[in-house]
């Protein structure tokens, strides 16, 4: 403490030797005293006996081509923005300050609502992951992929001209999955590794439109040839339109949008395809209820969409509504048992409508239904729970009944899809951990679980493509990250083509077939106002 002084001040904190803080406390400066107590700090370091070991060293090493900013730093280490990195180099973290390696010294953080100072960790975190899409970005600029290791094609491609390799093997007696052999499995790593994004242009008839609307989601049908996709407007609101995929594989990549009067300021839930009239006639909307109007299930023909689809003459479809309580999630039924019905996720309730005869069954649950699917094959509806319960409900048992739960399944979160694999064996689940597990029905036991998903509350779904064996999925982080279906090794990630946040989380189409048979194999990504398709090159 200096003579004359009372008050105790402290300033911000400096590297020290080998990355070590020495913090300075200098008693009782005057408002403007500052100088006199940058001559006390010069003085205390060169009597400190750091200050004159560092000083002699540095004139030892004055003939290396070491500059003195970088005496601080060892050399195995490398400078980050990051402050976890700091963390885990020799530089120790301190509770409400940040490292800067750049500047080689703390800063204090505020809160994130303190608008005045820029520094917080809100931001800090935004721009590291700037950093890091921009750095992926760049890489895919690149086109240098690099299949998986381990895998010599010459060999296999040898060895399946001798006869010993087939296209599908299966690893044991009985296997839930049918297991592509080596050689198939390395191609189709080296296509999704090797996918080219490209800028789809899109014709509508109201070309002023695209540049202020923004999608909300994108869903394709079974044939792959038609998106319908929900748009955003920017007055407020939303609208409702079909893609035609048909010209999507000519060298420059073009999409008809076909749009209607439609027009909703209701929040849309849950989306998917229903065949009513023929296959993917009508679209089934979830709508949320507002202020004294309740929720509705509507059923919207695609032909009133006109000329989305020219290879098939729609007949003029029904347009269905139902009133139900706001609903979290539908599925169409394509099973025998279930014929024309359709099936709505409800707060703690499951409820089966009939389109044709009107007629509806209730089942009760312990938790908010977020995830449903029909499966083909056994009579059986698949539900997902906010509880993390996954259970299957017997279409042929009566919902008054105590023997309609046909089986279930576990996981630590809020399950956000199911989707069932053709053979009808599997059942893959993803939920808010970020979570994604592939369940053997039998036994009702998970038989292996993909690494790297990112969610934390949001409502993302999850893609099977069995095809190509793969799994696809969109994180919160607006990362799209593809999987082997057979061995759960991530391929690639795909960032996406604008910077990360909740508005901007970009809704995905996979198929072999985009556009319809005459089609190829690649994605389709949806973010703002802006469609994007990644092709096997």
């Not at 069954?361 to 056994?378: H, K, M, P």
């Not at 095809?467 to 690639?492: F, K, N, P």
Request: aromatic share 8%; hydrophobic share 35%; charged share 20%.
């Amino acid at each position: 403490m200096l003579p004359g002084t009372s008050n105790p001040r402290f300033y911000p904190c400096r590297a020290g030797p080998e990355g070590q803080p020495e913090e300075t406390f200098l008693s009782g400066m005057y408002k403007g005293s500052w100088q006199s107590g940058r001559r006390y700090r010069r003085r205390s370091h060169q009597q400190s006996p750091w200050f004159r070991r560092c000083t002699s060293s540095e004139r030892y090493n004055t003939g290396t081509s070491q500059s003195p900013q970088d005496s601080g730093r060892g050399n195995d280490e490398s400078p980050s923005t990051s402050s976890s990195t700091a963390g885990s180099s020799s530089v120790p973290d301190l509770p409400g300050y940040y490292f800067d390696p750049e500047k080689k010294r703390y800063f204090r953080l505020l809160p994130g609502h303190n608008n005045c100072n820029p520094l917080t960790k809100e931001s800090i975190q935004q721009k590291e992951t700037e950093k890091k899409r921009l750095q992926l970005v760049e890489e895919d600029k690149q086109k240098k992929k690099v299949a998986r290791m381990g895998f010599n094609a010459s060999s296999l491609l040898r060895k399946r001209q001798l006869g010993f390799l087939n296209d599908i093997s299966y690893s044991r007696v009985h296997a839930p999955l049918p297991r592509l052999s080596p050689l198939c499995s390395l191609a189709h790593e080296l296509r999704v590794s090797c996918m080219q994004k490209g800028k789809v242009h899109i014709q509508s008839s109201d070309p002023s439109a695209l540049a202020s609307d923004q999608f909300n989601l994108i869903l394709a049908n079974t044939n792959r040839d038609r998106l319908f996709a929900v748009i955003d407007v920017k007055v407020g609101g939303s609208k409702y339109s079909i893609i035609n995929l048909s010209h999507l594989w000519i060298p420059s990549p073009t999409v008809r949008m076909y749009e209607n009067l439609y027009f909703t300021n209701r929040k849309v839930n849950s989306v998917c395809w229903a065949s009513l009239n023929h296959l993917d006639s009508h679209i089934l909307l979830c709508r949320m209820g507002i202020a004294k109007t309740p929720g509705c299930a509507t059923l919207l023909p695609a032909s009133l969409f006109a000329h989305s689809h020219p290879a098939v003459e729609d007949r003029p479809g029904m347009l269905c509504s139902f009133q139900i309580p706001s609903a979290w999630s539908c599925a169409w039924s394509l099973n025998t048992q279930a014929n024309n019905c359709f099936s709505t996720g409800l707060s703690r309730q499951v409820l089966l409508t009939n389109v044709v005869t009107g007629h509806q069954q209730l089942f009760g649950t312990s938790s908010d239904v977020l995830a449903q699917q029909f499966a083909v094959l056994a009579p059986l509806l698949f539900n997902g729970c906010r509880s993390g319960e996954i259970f299957a409900i017997d279409l042929r048992s009566q919902s008054q009944g105590k023997g309609w739960k046909a089986m279930r399944l576990s996981h630590d979160s809020a399950v956000t899809s199911v989707q069932i694999l053709q053979e009808e064996q599997c059942l893959m689940a993803s939920d808010m951990a970020g979570k994604i597990k592939l369940w053997d029905l039998r036994t009702t036991k998970c038989l292996r679980q993909f690494e790297g998903h990112v969610n934390e509350y949001a409502y993302l779904p999850l893609h099977v493509h069995e095809e190509e064996g793969i799994v696809m999925a969109v994180g919160q982080d607006c990362y799209t990250r593809i999987w082997s279906l057979h061995d759960a090794h991530l391929l690639r990630t795909i960032p996406s083509p604008y910077p990360a946040s909740k508005e901007d989380i970009p809704s995905v189409a996979f198929s072999s077939q985009l556009g319809g048979f005459r089609g190829g194999p690649g994605l389709l990504m949806a973010v703002r106002k802006d469609l994007y398709y990644f092709s096997y090159s």
